[in-house]
């Protein structure tokens, strides 16, 4: 299928994202990365989604979740809740998300077959002093996790995505960084290798994100 063709994804995303040549060297740069398989792709969505999609999540409510492994604000499953309004947005998205053309879009560059349209979607909001320690992601049933980062950060404000290498299944000090840019999209495979953690907001400014799981079933652990 040529997917610059699909009505859904030439709506949504930068059409130099959609070439069929573009999704080969995405699938050989996602398998290939290190430490392991991700992908991180900049000024993902048109402009004008990525923007109306932060002004709607800025608007729903969020729950502090504090625990030794973390501490942040999250909303509701955004999957589980009505869609009218300024949130009318937000269900396009998980309509994007959902459609079978996009699945087809990740399953090509991921090589992991995506035969559901199940998904988990959370928005989540970290503020000074902020963080989430070393995980997995593994719960049964997920296959692929996602991030869509709806501001932008600089090294010197922490909220840094770091991802662990590992030995013998466990992860190391040695990290690769990623730091939150607007509208950027970063994914990878779940696995028992798929440590990562966000370090420590660092100062008064929010990290605002879109995160959720490709699954074929389960809900997510914290």
């Given amino acids: 299928m040529d997917l610059t063709k699909s009505p859904i994804l030439k709506e949504w995303i930068h059409p130099q994202y959609l070439y069929h040549t573009t999704i080969n060297r995405q699938h050989k740069e996602f398998l290939k990365a290190k430490p392991y398989p991700h992908f991180h792709i ?17 608007k729903q409510q969020y729950e502090l979740k504090v625990a030794d492994l973390f501490q942040f604000y999250q909303t509701s499953d955004l999957t589980k809740i009505d869609h009218c309004g300024s949130s009318k ?14 699945r087809l879009y990740f399953q090509t560059i991921t090589g992991e077959k995506i035969a559901t349209s199940q998904i988990d979607l959370f ?57 939150p840019e607007f509208n ?14 966000v370090t420590e907001v660092l100062r008064p400014i929010n990290r605002l994100t879109l995160s959720g799981w490709y699954s074929t079933h389960g809900k997510p652990h914290y």
């Fill in 42 to 58: 900049e000024h993902f969505l048109h402009e004008a989604k990525a923007l109306a999609l932060r002004k709607a999540i800025t």
């Fill in 123 to 179: 928005a989540s909001l970290y503020k000074d002093t902020h963080f989430l320690l070393p995980h997995d992601d593994q719960l049964e049933g997920r296959k692929i996790a996602f991030m869509l980062y709806l501001t932008t950060l600089r090294q010197k404000d922490g909220g840094i995505l770091q991802l662990f290498e590992c030995k013998n299944k466990t992860p190391t000090p040695k990290t690769k960084d990623i730091i």
């Fill in 89 to 102: 947005i937000i269900g396009e998205f998980i309509s994007l998300l959902q459609h079978p053309d996009f």
């Fill in 184 to 197: 950027s999209f970063i994914f990878f495979k779940v696995s028992p290798i798929s440590f990562h953690q």
